[in-house]
C-alpha cells in the first residue's frame, strides 16, 4: 500500500521510481545486517551519489539535481520506507550541504557544496553538547583567532555520522555568551585534534552511528567559516527548519513501512478460523493508522511546498516534524500490538520500526520544543 502518487508529475514519480528501484534492489536486503551489526551502510551512500541522488534540492551548477524541496522530501520517505538508519544520514547530509548553499561564500559553495552535492563528500551537523540540548544557544565549545585560522576547543555530542562524515558543519562559541557569540565552522574529517571519541550504543537506528566529538585545539582555516563571526546560531535555527522536514518525511516513511508489514501480517496470520484482519477492532485499528499517516503525509508537503514558493515555513516544519513522529511512534506501537508475541522478537521487524520512531522524537528539537516554538509563533514573542 505505498504512498499515492497520483497528484506528483512525471518527474517526481520518476524520481520516486528511481528510489524505490534501488532500495528494492541494493537496500532492502541488507537492512538486518547492517542494524545487527550496528555499521554504518558506507557502500550505500556511495551509490547513491553515484545515481545522482545525493544532491536532490541543489542547484545543478554545484552538482545538485536542481529538484525542489518538495521533490527531495519524496526520495527521503522512500528511503526511509525501507531503512530508516540510511534515510536519517542521508536527511542530516542535506542539513549541512543548506547551511553551505545558503550560507556559503562562493568560493564555499564551489569548493564545498559541489562536492556534498555530487555525493563525493557526505555531510555531518553539530550543535548539541552534554550542557546544551534543547538551550542550543548555551553550547560552550570555543573558537579562538589565532592568525588566519581557529582553534576550536571542546566536546560535542549526538553527531550523526560525525566520525565518517567528510566535513561537519560544526557552532562554536568565538563571542559573549548567548546566541550572538556563536559561529559556524566547516570542519574537515582529518582535522588534527578533532575526533570522533565514542560511538553511542543506542536503542534504535543501529545503522546510523552517533557520535561524540572532541576538539582539542582543532585548527580551522577562516575561509571554512560558515557566515561572519555571531551569525552561527542562525545559521544552525535555519538549517533545522529544513532539516524538520526531512525527520517528518522519515517519519511518515516508516509508519508506512510499519501499516504495511502489519497489513501484510493480519492477512495471512489466521484466529478463530479466519484473517486476524477480518476482525472489526483490528480493522479499526488500521483504518486510523493509514488516515494519521496521510494526514502526516500532507502536512509536510505542505510545509515544503510553502518553503519551495519562499515563504516562511518555521511553524509548518515545526508542526510537520512534531505531528510525522508522534505518528510513527503511535503507529508503530500498535503495529508491535497487531504483530501480538511475534511484534516482540527481532524475526519481524515491527519491534525495529518502533525502537526507531522514539529517536525522531528526540531528534532536530524535541516535540516539546516543537510545541514551544509553535506555541511562540501563534503567541508572539
Known amino acids: 500500500m505505498p504512498a499515492d502518487l497520483r497528484l506528483l508529475d512525471d ?156 566535513v561537519v558543519l560544526l557552532m562554536a562559541r568565538t563571542g559573549d555568551a548567548g546566541a550572538k557569540g556563536i559561529s559556524a565552522f566547516l570542519v574537515a574529517k582529518g582535522t588534527a585534534g578533532f575526533a570522533g571519541a565514542k560511538k553511542e550504543e543506542k536503542m534504535g537506528w543501529r545503522a546510523s552511528p552517533t557520535w561524540q566529538l572532541t576538539l582539542d585545539d582543532a585548527e580551522v582555516p577562516e575561509s571554512r567559516r560558515l557566515g561572519e563571526e555571531g551569525m552561527g546560531f542562525r545559521i544552525a535555527m535555519a538549517s533545522l527548519d529544513s532539516g524538520r522536514l526531512g525527520i517528518a518525511a522519515c517519519g511518515i516513511g516508516l509508519a508506512q513501512a510499519a501499516l504495511d508489514a502489519t497489513l501484510d501480517f493480519t492477512s495471512e496470520r489466521e484466529q478463530f478460523g479466519r484473517p486476524v484482519n477480518a476482525n472489526q477492532g483490528v480493522q479499526f485499528m488500521l483504518a486510523d493508522m493509514a488516515t494519521e499517516i496521510e494526514a502526516g503525509r500532507r502536512l509536510y508537503r505542505h510545509a515544503a511546498a510553502l518553503r519551495d514558493a519562499g515563504e516562511d515555513y518555521g511553524m509548518q516544519a515545526a508542526q510537520a516534524k512534531l505531528f510525522c513522529t508522534d505518528v510513527a511512534m503511535r503507529i508503530t506501537i500498535d503495529a508491535v500490538q497487531l504483530h501480538g508475541g511475534y511484534g516482540y522478537v527481532t524475526e519481524y521487524p515491527a519491534e525495529r520500526f518502533m525502537r526507531d520512531a522514539k529517536g525522531l522524537q528526540i531528534v532536530e528539537g524535541t516535540n516539546q520544543i516543537q510545541r514551544f516554538v509553535i506555541g511562540r509563533r501563534l503567541t508572539g514573542p
Do not use: M
Request: proline residues 3%; glycine residues 14%.
Open 11 to 166: 518527474d517526481q514519480r520518476a524520481l520516486v521510481g528511481l528510489v524505490r528501484e534501488f532500495c528494492t534492489g541494493e537496500v532492502a536486503g541488507s537492512v538486518e545486517d547492517y542494524e545487527r551489526r550496528g555499521e554504518d551502510p558506507a557502500p550505500l551512500y556511495a551509490k547513491l551519489g553515484e545515481l545522482g541522488l545525493s544532491g536532490l534540492p541543489f542547484p545543478e551548477e554545484y552538482g545538485g539535481g536542481g529538484q525542489t524541496y518538495s521533490s527531495y522530501l519524496l526520495a527521503i520517505e522512500e528511503l526511509a520506507y525501507h531503512h530508516l538508519s540510511f534515510a536519517i544520514g542521508v536527511s542530516v547530509h542535506t542539513l549541512c550541504a543548506f547551511a553551505v548553499g545558503e550560507f556559503g561564500t562562493d568560493a564555499q559553495r564551489k569548493e564545498v557544496l559541489s562536492k556534498l552535492a555530487s555525493g563525493e563528500w557526505y555531510g555531518a551537523y553539530s550543535l548539541s553538547e552534554s550542557g546544551s540540548g534543547s538551550d542550543a544557544a548555551s553550547l560552550s565549545t570555543t573558537a579562538v583567532r589565532a592568525g588566519g585560522s581557529y582553534l576550536l576547543n571542546g566536546g560535542k555530542l549526538w553527531c550523526t555520522r560525525g566520525n565518517e562524515a567528510d
